[in-house]
T-cell receptor
Framework: GAVVSQHPSWVICKSGTSVKIECRSL??????MFWYRQFPKQSLMLMAT?????????EQGVEKDKFLINHASLTLSTLTVTSAHPEDSSFYIC?????????????FGAGTRLSVL | AQTVTQSQPEMSVQEAETVTLSCTYD???????LFWYKQPPSRQMILVIR??????QNATENRFSVNFQKAAKSFSLKISDSQLGDAAMYFC???????????FGKGTKLTVNP
């Protein structure tokens, strides 16, 4: 099956600092990756769609200057949480769409738990 | 807008028994796909099963099968011979053909009792 690696799995940072989360498709190319946020005991909320070589598309209500997304290659997308604050503490999950299987299967990373002190 | 509803926040099943998780969705589209994802305590999202709307035959993957009722917009997941490792959150999801956005239900927490 397709493998998506997400790093780090857990990060603790001080308020005001920036944190970068990486999402890599290990055995396939992904022109499109997705970033989700999941609050405790809740479903996944799509934050943005990351397109290789172009600007990300953000969902309504998501601050693009707070959550910077870079999709520099067909196998790597990064999410940077800038000037993090305690309310940004959450579980962030990425997924990648596999080209070979068409548009409609997303494979997920293992997620990153962000704790902002 | 498309919505996905999972009416069972929690379910439990005895090991080796069968359990059915419910999911309904709302759409006016005819081209779409439906999924069940599993999220165990590790929180890694795992694709369990996929169904294309244009296919009448219900999808099956080993112990997992779906009952896809297109007219009723229902997409339930049946887990046979439940195992302890099946304990997880299960999310039903929808994606419109030509779109890339998955719409998730709120999830059902499945407990498997030994």
């Amino acid at each position: 099956g397709a493998v998506v690696s997400q790093h780090p799995s857990w990060v603790i940072c001080k308020s005001g600092t920036s944190v970068k989360i990486e999402c890599r498709s290990l055995d396939f190319q992904a022109t499109t990756m997705f970033w989700y946020r999941q609050f405790p005991k809740q479903s996944l909320m799509l934050m943005a769609t990351s397109n290789e070589g172009s600007k990300a598309t953000y969902e309504q209500g998501v601050e693009k200057d707070k959550f910077l997304i870079n999709h520099a290659s067909l196998t790597l997308s990064t999410l940077t949480v800038t000037s993090a604050h305690p309310e940004d503490s959450s579980f962030y999950i990425c997924s990648a769409r596999r080209l070979a299987e068409g548009r409609n299967i997303q494979y997920f990373g293992a997620g990153t738990r962000l704790s902002v002190l | 807008a498309q919505t996905v509803t999972q009416s069972q926040p929690e379910m439990s099943v005895q090991e080796a028994e069968t359990v059915t998780l419910s999911c309904t969705y709302d759409t006016s589209e005819s081209d779409y796909y439906l999924f069940w994802y599993k999220q165990p305590p590790s929180r890694q999202m795992i694709l369990v099963i996929r169904q294309e709307a244009y296919k009448q035959q219900n999808a099956t993957e080993n112990r997992f099968s779906v009952n896809f009722q297109k007219a009723a917009k229902s997409f339930s997941l049946k887990i046979s011979d439940s195992q302890l490792g099946d304990a997880a959150m299960y999310f039903c999801a929808y994606i419109q053909g030509g779109s890339e956005k998955l719409v998730f239900g709120k999830g059902t927490k499945l407990t498997v009792n030994p």
